[in-house]
């Protein structure tokens, strides 16, 4: 923290802090003294355990307790421009990202915290639905080429603040801001995480402020899952790459929209857009080879053509990156089962559901497939139970998972649910869509469906 900081908590806060000296700062011509906060991780009181479950996050958030936790809550938008909520959401999710590259914290995801947005909720409150001990609240006020940007970290058990912020500074620095703000968070968190450990000198992703927000928003779009959403983000990706050819996380974000898109079948002609999502990746990886999300996404095209050794090299590179990314963690589950290390994929699925207590059913759905390649049938079935709306998909497993239980009666009912979603359902097409390195789990999920009556 800067010695600001420090003469504001210096007080308030029951810690040794430690003098680092002067440090250059990026954007700042002068050097700036920095303080350490040394704080041990304050104890769990005996009516957090007694109210169960939820007072430690919707998955029992067990890796919260072994590193210093963290969520950080939407920032704010304060000003009058409804349109700059996507400044704000994205500002928000580029700190939650830089904060997840630590391995040494545990951050819950945005999909988790962001369910918050909009709701008058108290700290204490958010960090016993998520199982954290500290939360970061914040807002954020654009006006022209200025921006005002106010954060705060708070003691989650207690409700204190342990520390705050305000910068006022023009809208170019905005990338300077997101470096002391992570950097403040992380040196003031127990258990001293190195906030020297940020790779302070990294080029600065973009110097043109209006693509950066065309991110911003595209982002914020494509989260939301839907056709419309999605094309409006396409749109505002390319103008990102118009406005800088070189922005490499914006064509890796191009590609996760057009992936989104071949996934849903919004496009029409699957093969072209494949081959578009390819080669915008490659151009983003020719950028910037240290962009998590450009490895996440060139590991998931991977295992959709078989190519199991890119796809785990690519994936490895992304977990590297950023070790507390959800969608990067069950992606590392989802290859291990691919890659016939099914409970692996069992733990490392299970983390990614603690890093985002409220994570999509997809979660479950390959939760529910490492099971099943892993034998544990029951525990398959349980899975799959919790995604709301089944298809036909999911109901084949269930169809399989009790054929190998022998239990006939619900194979049949499974199988005729799988057949009324889905008159042409056929096993052959549906193993065609497999991702199985080895040949003896492709037979062994062929065989199950079959057992379970479905057409070949």
């Not at 052959?428 to 999920?445: C, G, I, N, P, V």
Request: charged share 25%; with cysteine.
């Amino acid at each position: 923290m800067t010695s600001s900081v420090y003469d504001q908590v210096r007080k308030k806060v029951d810690c040794a802090f430690e003098d680092m000296g002067e440090h250059q700062v990026k954007n700042i011509a002068e050097p700036i003294h920095v303080y350490t906060i040394l704080c041990a991780v304050p104890a769990r009181h005996e009516d957090d355990e007694a109210a169960g479950p939820k007072a430690q996050g919707a998955n029992g958030a067990k890796a919260a307790a072994d590193k210093p936790s963290i969520a950080v809550l939407p920032f704010v938008n304060m000003s009058a421009d409804p349109e700059q909520e996507f400044f704000a959401d994205g500002l928000t999710e580029d700190i939650l990202t830089q904060l997840s590259r630590f391995k040494d914290l545990f951050v819950i995801s945005r999909n988790s915290t962001f369910t918050y947005k909009g709701r008058a909720v108290k700290a204490q409150e958010v960090a016993r639905d998520l199982g954290v001990g500290y939360v970061v609240e914040g807002s954020v006020r654009k006006a022209g080429e200025r921006v005002r940007v106010t954060v705060q970290l708070i003691d989650g058990a207690h409700g204190r603040h342990v520390w705050a912020e305000r910068y006022d500074r023009n809208l170019e620095d905005i990338f300077a801001i997101q470096d002391e703000i992570t950097a403040a968070i992380t040196a003031t968190l127990p258990g001293r995480v190195e906030a020297d450990s940020h790779d302070r000198a990294r080029n600065t992703p973009t110097d043109n402020m209006a693509a950066y927000e065309c991110v911003l928003a595209g982002k914020v779009l494509h989260h939301r899952s839907k056709q419309k959403d999605n094309a409006r983000a396409q749109e505002l990706l390319e103008r990102a790459i118009e406005l800088d050819p070189g922005y490499a996380h914006a064509r890796a974000w191009r590609a996760c929209v057009l992936g989104q898109s071949w996934t849903y079948g919004w496009d029409g002609d699957p093969e072209a857009t494949m081959h578009e999502i390819t080669n915008e990746l490659e151009r983003a990886l020719a950028l910037d080879e240290n962009d998590p999300d450009i490895h996440r996404i060139l590991a998931a095209v991977n295992i959709t053509q078989d190519n199991h050794d890119q796809a785990l090299m690519h994936q490895k590179k992304a977990l590297h990156l950023n070790p507390n990314y959800d969608l990067i963690v069950v992606q590392h589950g989802e290859l291990m089962t691919w890659l016939s290390r099914p409970d692996e994929g069992v733990e490392w699925i299970k983390k990614a559901m603690q890093l985002n207590p409220y994570h999509p059913p997809r979660f479950w759905s390959h939760l529910g497939r490492a099971y099943f390649i892993g034998h544990h049938y029951e525990d398959a079935i349980e899975a799959i139970k919790q995604i709301g709306k089944p298809d036909q998909m999911h109901h084949s497993f269930l169809a399989a998972c009790c054929a190998y239980l022998d239990d006939d009666t619900q194979a049949a009912a499974h199988t005729k649910k799988v057949l009324d979603i889905d008159p042409g359902f056929s096993v052959d097409a549906q193993m065609a869509t497999q991702h199985y390195l080895k040949d003896a789990d492709h037979a062994h999920h062929r065989d199950g469906l079959l057992k379970a009556g479905l057409p070949d």
